[in-house]
């Protein structure tokens, strides 16, 4: 079991113009502050701001299997039971962001079928000032053996 605020993962990413445009795309968001810098400048942005979205592009750059294998967890049983996002500030484009993932609760609680794993993890997205951007908070289960 993992302990309480023991590091997960790290890792750093910058928020990028096209990528911005395939999120507002694919989520049908049809605010120009997504796609046109000027509207974004003219709403007191430095550039086009990600969508709310955006933050799940730090899974393209974590290695999904290594943090599974280090807490333990037997990816088939694995389930999500939440996740919840507090932003302070959108992502906008040109932010270079390190996104740190750490166990905040790790219990073992009875069910009907067996011992339920709930992990609760948090992420603090930071921006290259230090300034936190976001935090995540995920709940993770790993269900009991079959």
Not at 41 to 59: G, I, N, W
Not at 98 to 109: F, G, I, Y
């Amino acid at each position: 079991m993992a302990t309480t605020a023991d590091l997960v993962d790290e890792v750093t990413f910058d928020v990028e113009r096209g990528k911005i445009r395939e999120f507002a795309r694919a989520t049908f968001a049809v605010d120009p502050v997504y796609t046109d810098r000027q509207a974004a400048v003219e709403r007191k942005f430095p550039d086009v701001v990600a969508t709310p979205t955006y933050a799940v592009v730090t899974a393209h750059h974590r290695n999904q299997r290594e943090w599974v294998l280090s807490l333990g967890l037997d990816i088939a049983r694995v389930v999500m039971g939440s996740s919840r996002w507090e932003y302070r500030r959108p992502f906008v484009v040109g932010d270079c962001i390190t996104a740190t993932r750490r166990v905040l609760n790790d219990e073992q609680k009875q069910a009907s079928r067996g011992s339920l794993r709930i992990l609760t993890l948090e992420t603090e997205y930071t921006d290259d000032e230090g300034s936190i951007v976001l935090v995540q908070r995920d709940v993770v289960i790993e269900r009991p053996k079959p």
